[in-house]
């Protein structure tokens, strides 16, 4: 998403600057284009790449955290395993109380 974002912002600028420069290359079904729905055109493919964008960081600031998330689980488990394999060799309760 990120990427696409990019490529649409290039665009716009692409879009912008030919469409400046030249009008009729980018709107060449009008027969006297202006440049001022070049602009417009260029102001909302920057609108939809910036959109893209900042959805493209949130979601994979999500996807981060949920393998982070998998991560911290992971270890928390191997943490709980590793003690229920000492406890067989601890001596039981009443063990304890008849060695007074």
Do not use: C, H, Y
Request: charged residues 25%; aromatic residues 4%; proline residues 5%.
């Amino acid at each position: 998403m990120i990427i696409a974002a990019i490529n649409i912002l290039i665009l716009s600028i692409l879009i912008l600057i030919v469409g400046l420069i030249k009008p009729k290359w980018i709107l060449f079904w009008i027969d006297k284009p202006g440049r001022m729905p070049i602009i417009m055109i260029a102001s909302v493919l920057f609108m939809i790449a910036a959109t893209l964008f900042g959805e493209g960081n949130k979601r994979k600031q999500e996807a981060e955290a949920a393998a982070t998330e998998q991560k911290v689980e992971q270890k928390v488990e191997q943490k709980v395993e590793r003690p229920s394999k000492d406890i067989k060799d601890m001596p039981t309760a009443q063990e304890l109380l008849n060695t007074k």
